[in-house]
């Protein structure tokens, strides 16, 4: 459960500074106010998170750090940094979209083990992950019909670009659905190779 709680603080911990990191890199771009606004109300949401799963970690006899923890998030935060619709195509619609698809599971294992402290934390980082994910795909389809590109297309090449591996299902397609992500999003990985996959 230590290891388990552990990634988790790792995982909100990245989240907080890739929030920022994409506030602060890209605040030069001519986006709404409201981008902005809704950014740093991720970033706050992540700032909890981190503060209930660490707290949690603590409560169970370790702390952040006791542990080691993998770069992963922060080198597709660093591969992205040059390009803001890469940024959103790989951190909220398939980072967090990943954490949608995962969260239920490890909600009921760890329910499961008989920690119930634990279990609401994580159901109630999941139901502010969905607008995490909602967040995403809203400006990237914003930042494409701007661009006047195929944001389909354009997600497709991007993920294909700065994300190693295809995404895996099984799909939380509930949780994704409420988020306004489209099959259109996740499902083109499992289709033979054709002119969309060039
Ligand atoms: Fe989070
Ligand atoms: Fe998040």
């Not at 990245?14 to 409201?34: G, H, K, S």
């Amino acid at each position: 459960m230590i290891a388990l709680v552990h990634s988790l603080a790792h995982i909100e911990l990245n989240a907080i500074d890739m929030v920022f990191d994409m506030i602060a890199r890209f605040c030069q771009m001519d986006l709404p106010r409201t981008f902005w606004d809704e950014a740093v109300k991720v970033g706050l949401d992540e700032a909890r998170h981190y503060e209930m799963i660490s707290r949690r970690l603590e409560e169970l006899g370790s702390f952040y750090g006791d542990l080691p923890a993998h770069g992963g998030l922060w080198d597709a935060t660093i591969a992205t940094r040059h390009d803001l619709l890469a940024r959103l195509a790989i951190v909220p619609l398939v980072l967090e979209a990943r954490g949608l698809d995962v969260s239920p599971s490890m909600m009921h294992q760890v329910r499961s083990a008989g920690d119930e402290a634990t279990a609401d934390i994580i159901n109630k980082i999941y139901i502010d992950e969905i607008t995490h994910v909602a967040f995403g795909i809203k400006w990237f389809e914003y930042i494409c019909a701007a661009q006047d590109v195929n944001p389909h297309t354009k997600y497709r090449s991007l993920v294909k670009k700065y994300f190693r591996g295809p995404l895996k299902p099984p799909f939380n397609e509930m949780a994704r659905t409420q988020a306004g992500l489209t099959a259109d999003y996740y499902q083109f990985d499992m289709k033979p190779a054709g002119p969309d996959h060039a």
